[in-house]
C-alpha cells in the first residue's frame, strides 16, 4: 500500500502563482444593451463578451465577429458620418471604431474609466458622449471606515470625447496602453459633463436636446449645450427609462408593472399618463420613430404595444423567456426583443410574426428546489455538446460553427410566470446519458415542490437522423430523487442510482405485441446494506459496474448482478462520484478526500486531501482532472484546476484561473491538433467555453516546483528514500521521480516502522507478507566508525545511536556471542533468523526477557519440574522452579544470587 500523499493543491492557495490564459472558442452571453439594427434592416448587432458579432437578420447566423477589445462588450452605436463603420464601447477602457463590412479596426480611444454606454446627440457632431461608474471621492484624503463605506456607494458619470481632437491608438502598435492605466486625463479631449448619485444609467433624447440619467428612485434631466440640470424624484423603484422622440416627455417603468408618462421640462404638472398591464416589473421600455406607440416587456415574456392616444393594447405572448431590452429598428418595419435565456428574436411589426431568431448558449432554466444540471456530453456521431437550455429541455451545440444545432423539449410545457412572489416548481432535466452507440438517449426529470410527493421521471428517447422519439416513460423509478445514471459501454443497458439505497439495471425488450415494439424494462434491483446510493460508473470493458453506497464502493457483474467486492473508504464522509480511469484504476471521492484504488488487489493506490468541486475523466488518455473548491486570495476568488494519471499523485499539470474565468463545467474533448491529446474544455459563468491558451506547460512545470517544495526538505529526503526502499524495494522503472519524492515527502523522517503501518486499517496488508522486512528492519546492522576512550568517532562528532541500536564494549560483545549460542537452542524454528542475535543483549541490560524466551523456558522447567515430582519427591521439583526462576533473571542480578548462594554453602560449612 501506498502511504497517502499531502494535497497539493492545498499548498498552491498560499502561493502566488501566474494565472493561466484561457482563449475562447465558442459561446458567450448577449448584451441586454448593445443590441442595433442597421439603417438597411438586414443585419443586427449584437455584444458577446468581447467581441461584436454582426448577424444576418434572415438566417440568424454570425457573419463576422469583431474582436479587439480584452473587456466585455456594453455598447455599440453607428457612426453618424459614415453607416459602414461602427463605435463600440468596453470595460477595458477603451472606445474603438470598426469597418463592420470588412471587420478591420479603424482607430482606438483610450478614456479614463470603464465605458458603459455610448451615443451621439443631433447638433454636436464631431462628439460622442459616453458613461461610466466610479465610488463616490473620498473627503480629505482619508480612509472610509466599513459605516462610511456603506454610504459612499456609487455615482454615475457622464463625459463627452471629442474625436477630433483626442488622439487615437494606432490599432497596429504592438504595445498599447494595459487596462490598468488610467488613460487620458479629464482636459481638451475629455470633459465632464455631469456626476450624481441619481444618475447611474443614461439614456439620451434622439433629437439632442438632452439627456436623462436614472438611478434607484431618482432621475436627472441635463442640457449638455447650457450645463443645466433638473432632478425628478419616484416613490416607486425605477427598472427602465424611455425618452419621447417628439414631445418633451419621458416614460419611466417601475418594480410595480407600472409606465408612467412624465413631462421632461415643467414640474407643474409632471405625470401626464400612466399605463399599467404587467403584473411584475418592466423591464425595458421604448418608443417607436414618431412617438405614437410603445413598446413595454417584462417577466410575463409577453411583447406589449401601446397605442397611445387611445389606449389600445395588443400583445405578441408565449415569447418563450422573460423580455430583458428591446430595441426598433430605424423606419419601424421589425422589432428585437433581447430575452433572459440569451436570445434574441426579430419580430415582422406589421404581422407580429418571429421573421428571425438569434441564439446564444440559453442560459440554464431556474427552477425552485431543484438545480437543473445534467453536465456536459457528447453527443455520438455530430460531436455536437449537449447540456442543460431552456427549462425542460437539452441543447446541442455545433462548438466549431458557434452556433446552438438544436434544441430538444424534454418536458412538454409552456413558460409561465410566477404569481406575485411565489415561486413556480416545475419538472427540470437533472440528468442526461446516451448509449455507447448513439442510437439511445435517457433523460432523468425530477420536481419537488416540498409539500408534495417528488415527481420522478425516467426517458427513453430513439434517436433516428437526429430526430428524437419517446419511447418508454417510467414514472416514479425510485422512491426520491435519482443520483446518477450511467450506460454500458458495449451493452444496451443503462443503470440508475437513487437515494432510496436502490439501484436499478434496465434493458431493451420486445413487448411481443401486434406491433412488436421495443420499450425499456428494469431488468434487477439491488441494494448493499440499505445505503444510499449515490454514484455509479461502469469500467471501459464494462466487465465491471461500481456503485456508491454510503462510505463503500461496491463492485459488481453487471451481467449477473452478483456483489464481486465491497471496499470501505473513510468512514467519516459519503463517496459523491466514481469514475474509471485506464484499464484496472477507479477514482472515488467524497467531500474532503479524493482516492484512486488499484482494482487488481483492491488496495489503495494514492489518496489526497482535495474538496472536489468539479471532476471529469478522460479513459483513453488515464488522466482526470479536477477543480477543487474556490478560495478567496487578495480578496479575489480563484480557482485551480489539476490533472492527474492515475498512477500518480503529483498532478502533470494545473491551471491557476481568476474569477472571471473561473469554470463552472470542465470536460475533456477530443484531439483537435496532429498530437492526438485531448484538450481541457471550460464552460464558466458567463455561458462560454475556453480552452487553456497554448504554452501552458512550461508555467506548468514552474507551478509543479512551487507546490512540492514546501514539501520536501533535503536533510529528510535521501533519508525518506532510503527507508522507503528498505520496506518495499527500489521502485519500477516506469514510476516518475515526482511521485518518489511526494511519497518520501510524506515519512518526513518518521521511524519507517510506523510509517508502515500508518495507513487505514482496511488497506493494511496481511502480517505474513511484511514480518519479514519488518524484522530485518529492526535487526539491521549499523555501520560503526572507529571508537576512542570517551566514546567519541575520529572526527570528534558525537554518535548517535538509533532506538534499536547498541553500544558495546568488547567484553559485551563477546558475551552476546556466547549468549546467542545459547539462546539459539531455546528458539522456535520459526524464529530463528541467524546468528545476528545480539539486540537480545540490551534486553538482559535492562532487565526485561523476551515473551517468546520467557515462555519457551517456562514450559520446558515445567516438564521438567513434572518429572523431578514423581521420581524425587516435592524437593527436587521445588529446585527446579528455583532454577526456572534463575534462567528468567538478568545477567547481572544472577550474578549476584550466584555469589550470595556460594557465601551460604560457605557460612553453612563453617557452621
Known sequence: PTPPCQCPARHAQSIDMEESEVVRVGGGPISTSALLFDLATRHVFTAAASAVCVHSIETGATIRRLEGHSGTVTAVRLNPDNHLQLYSGALDKTIRLWDYKDAVLLRTFEVNLPVRGIFFLEGSPGVLFWWSQRRFPKADGKKESGAAKKKVGRQGVLQRLNLVASAAVDPEDDDPASEDQAGPAVGEPIEAVFEGKAARNWVADPQGRYVVGYGDRDWVVVWPGTGKSK???SRRRITCLACHPVEQSIAVGNDQGRIALFNAVTSDKPVQATYHWHAHAVSSVIFNSDGTYMLSGGLEAVLVIWQLESGVKRFLPRLGSPIVGLNISLHDTHYATVHEDNSVQIIDALSLQVVGQICGLRNEAKSSGSPADCGLLVEPGTGHIVLNGSLGALQFFNLERDTVAKEQHVVDRIYISRTEDEDVFTMTVEKACFSQNGEWLSTVEFRDDGETEPDVRLKFWSVDVNKYALTTSADAAHKGRITSLSAHPTELLFVTTGADGRFKAW??????GVNNKQTWQCLYIRSYLELPCTSSAFSADGSLLAIGTGHYVTLWNPVTCDL??????????????LSFCGKSDLVSFGDTHLTVWNLLNCSVRWRAKLSVDLFCTDRA?????VAPRSYKAKKQLKQTILEFTSHSPVPISQHNLNAYNAATKIMYRGATDDTGSPTLLLFDHERTFKEIADGRESATEKSIKKILAPLMTSESESKARQNFESLFGTPSAPRRIEEERALDAHLGGKDPSQALFDVPTHVVPPMDTVAGSFMNLLLRKRKRTSVDEGGADVNGTDEVATA??????????????????????RLPDGVKGGSDLGFLVDYFRRGKTPEILKNRATEKMKKKSKKASKKNGSAEASNAVQANDEVHQPVAKRKKTKKSSKKKDSSGAKA
Not at 507 to 512: F, I, N, P, V
Not at 568 to 577: A, D, K, N, Y
Not at 621 to 625: D, I, K, S, Y
Open 231 to 233: 432632478t425628478f424624484n
Open 507 to 512: 434493458g431493451l425488450q420486445e413487448s411481443g
Open 564 to 577: 464481486i467486492q465491497a471496499i470501505s473508504t473513510i468512514r467519516t464522509e459519503i463517496v459523491s462520484g
Open 621 to 625: 488518455q488515464t488522466r482526470f482532472a
Open 804 to 825: 534499536m541500536s547498541v553500544d558495546l564494549v568488547d567484553e559485551t560483545v563477546s558475551t552476546s556471542e556466547k549468549v546467542n549460542a545459547k539462546v539459539a537452542e
